[in-house]
Nanobody
Framework: QVQLVGSGGGLVQAGGSLRLSCAAS????????MGWYRQAPGKQRDLVADITSSGSTNYADAVKGRFTISRDNAKNTVYLQMNSLKPEDTAVYYC?????????WGQGTQVTVSS
């Protein structure tokens, strides 16, 4: 059984930084994609960034140049470094793992950016 446990998040002023982490437990072998999605109140859940097990990354246009996704394959952990945060980045951030035709989600962590 695969589980995702996220950490980080919180309240920060505009222009500040936060770092999110998400560790996947369970048997994970071979190609997979780990990433972060976010959902603001009244809006759909959208991709923020993801990274394959071979290191290829993908970012939403809104966060390019400000956010950096990375991972530690030995720990099955993905990180999201968020810099130059804006109020519009406020949302619940969800960790995601795509593996063996399945989609796994973490519990979500709140990020609030004050102006």
């Amino acid at each position: 059984q695969v589980q995702l446990v996220g950490s980080g998040g919180g309240l920060v002023q505009a222009g500040g930084s936060l770092r999110l982490s998400c560790a996947a437990s369970g048997s994970i072998f071979g190609f997979n994609v780990m990433g972060w999605y976010r959902q603001a109140p009244g809006k759909q859940r959208d991709l923020v960034a993801d990274i394959t097990s071979s290191g290829s990354t993908n970012y939403a246009d809104a966060v390019k140049g400000r956010f950096t996704i990375s991972r530690d394959n030995a720990k099955n952990t993905v990180y999201l470094q968020m810099n130059s945060l804006k109020p519009e980045d406020t949302a619940v951030y969800y960790c995601n793992l795509k593996y063996s035709t399945r989609n796994y989600w973490g519990q979500g962590t709140q990020v609030t950016v004050s102006s």
